[in-house]
C-alpha cells in the first residue's frame, strides 16, 4: 500500500511531499528498499532510525538531491525523479529551505549576508535582501550579531542563523537533517522550538530527520525509518 492510499493518513490538504516505493542503493550497498512517504501542506513531520537506516538518503530524495533507483518522488504533484538536473536545482532554490547538522554557514560572508543568501539567488537586490534578512535578527534572539562571520558565533547562534537563511524566502519545505545533532541539550530544545514556532507561523511544511526523541517530540507525526523501509510511529496515522 503507498502512502497515498494508507488509511489513517493525514487530512488537512493535499500531500505536498511524496515517496511511492522508492530504492536506492549506494553500489551494492542498498540504501532505500521501497520507502513510502506522504507529508501534507503545513504538516511537521519528525523521520527517526538508528545510523545507517536510510532517514537521511529518504529526505535527500525528496529534496531533489538524490535520485532514485526505483520508485516516485512527487512535489506538489510533480515528479521530481522524472526533472533534469538543474529543474531539481531551480525547485530547491524556489520552494525548499535546508537546516544541516553543522550549519554550513559560508563563512566568507558576515551572519547578515549568509540570511540574505537565499534572497540574493533569486535575485533580489542586494539592499532589499539585506534589509529583510536583519529582521529575522530580532524574531531569533540573534541582535547585534549581524555583522560576525560563523567563526565568532556560537554553535547555537550559527544555526539560528542557518535557520533564518532557511526561512527568510518563505519556502514551502524546510527539510531539516539533524538541526540539533551538534548542539547541547539545551540549545538544541531552544533552536527546534524557534524551528516549530516560526514554521507554523509560515504555514512552512518540515521534514525533519532526527535521532533524538525530544526533536521528534516537536513534531506532528514520527516516521521510523529501517532497514530502508518507512513505518508510521503515531497511533492512527499511517505512512506506509
Known amino acids: 500500500m503507498t502512502a497515498a492510499q494508507a488509511p489513517g ?17 549506494f553500489g551494492r550497498t542498498p540504501a532505500l528498499r521501497g520507502a513510502d512517504l506522504a507529508v501534507a501542506a503545513g504538516e511537521i513531520v519528525a523521520v527517526m532510525g538508528p545510523s545507517g537506516s536510510g532517514k ?14 526505483a520508485g516516485e518522488i512527487l512535489f506538489d504533484g510533480r515528479r521530481v ?14 520552494r525548499c529551505g535546508f537546516v544541516f547538522q553543522f550549519g554550513q554557514l559560508v563563512p566568507e560572508l558576515t551572519a547578515e549576508e549568509n540570511v540574505a543568501l537565499p534572497l540574493l ?16 535578527f530580532g524574531r531569533l534572539g540573534l541582535d547585534g550579531l549581524e555583522r560576525r562571520r560563523s567563526g565568532e558565533l556560537s554553535g547555537g547562534q550559527a544555526q539560528r542563523v542557518a535557520l533564518a537563511r532557511a526561512l527568510v524566502a518563505g519556502p514551502d519545505v524546510l527539510f531539516a537533517d539533524e538541526p540539533t545533532g551538534s548542539l547541547d541539550s539545551l540549545t538544541g530544545e531552544q ?15 518540515v521534514v525533519v530527520v532526527t535521532h533524538e526523541a525530544r526533536v521528534a517530540a516537536c513534531a506532528d ?6 532497514d530502508g523501509r518507512a513505518m508510521s510511529l503515531s497511533a492512527g496515522r499511517t505512512a506506509s
Open 9 to 25: 493518513a493525514p487530512r488537512t490538504g493535499e500531500f505536498l511531499v511524496e515517496a511511492r516505493g522508492v530504492t536506492l542503493s
Open 81 to 94: 525523479d522524472r526533472m533534469r538536473e538543474s529543474e531539481r536545482s531551480e525547485l530547491r532554490r524556489d
Open 121 to 136: 539567488l533569486r535575485g533580489s537586490r542586494r539592499a532589499a535582501a539585506l534589509a529583510l534578512a536583519r529582521e529575522w
Open 221 to 226: 507525526r514520527e516516521i521510523m525509518v529501517r
Open 191 to 205: 533552536v527546534m522550538e524557534l524551528l516549530v514556532t516560526t514554521a507554523r507561523e509560515q504555514g512552512t511544511t
Open 56 to 69: 537521511s538518503t529518504l529526505l535527500h530524495c525528496l529534496a531533489g538531491i538524490l535520485v532514485p533507483d
